[in-house]
């Protein structure tokens, strides 16, 4: 039970990481539209939608795995780089670039650069996600729950 409450935040994480690289790519589908011009769809309402989820998600989630270090070890920020990964760098681009798509799906208007501002955030957004899994990955193998 104990180990299996333990593999929840990894879980979560990893689907939420998997949805974020699906909404990058209808992102990039809107990008080649408004920056060279291509005729393609952008799936808005699917766009908005699941980044919102990845967005709160992630949010939700970074306390999450604050508690279950907590629980394991007794102290927060035990993991290393993960910890100071999400803390740093993953919150900051959560609450920019999700500030930003916020601000574009809330007043409606042809714009320029808070579009690149939030493409630019949540392409690295998704490559420190990527990360964070790949260390994940080593707790889980070096940590006996
Ligand atoms: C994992 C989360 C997300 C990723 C990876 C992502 C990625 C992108 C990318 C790459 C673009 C194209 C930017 C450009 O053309 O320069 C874009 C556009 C857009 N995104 Fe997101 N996004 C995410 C979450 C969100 C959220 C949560 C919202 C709103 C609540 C949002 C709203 C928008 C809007 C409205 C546009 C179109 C902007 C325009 O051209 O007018 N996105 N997104
Ligand atoms: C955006 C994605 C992620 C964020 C923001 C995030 C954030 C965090 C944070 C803040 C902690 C607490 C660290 C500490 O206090 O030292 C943590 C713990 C942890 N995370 Fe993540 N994480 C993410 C993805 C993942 C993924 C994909 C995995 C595994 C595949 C994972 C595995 C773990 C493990 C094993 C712990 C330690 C929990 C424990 O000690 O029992 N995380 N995470």
Known sequence: MHQLLHMFHPAL???LILVALYVFYTGTQ???MLHLGHKTRFAYGRHVFLGAL???GMLLGMPGGMYFAWH???E???TGWHFVNAVWYIL???VLGGGAGWLMHVRRAKRLLI???HGLCMVLLVALALCQAST???????TPY
């Open 13 to 15: 994480m990893g689907v």
């Open 136 to 142: 994940g990955v080593l707790i889980l193998r070096s």
């Open 115 to 117: 579009p690149v501002f």
């Open 72 to 74: 394991r070890t007794g």
């Open 30 to 32: 809107r990008a080649r």
């Open 76 to 78: 927060i920020g035990s």
């Open 92 to 94: 900051p681009l959560l």
């Open 54 to 56: 990845v967005v709160l």
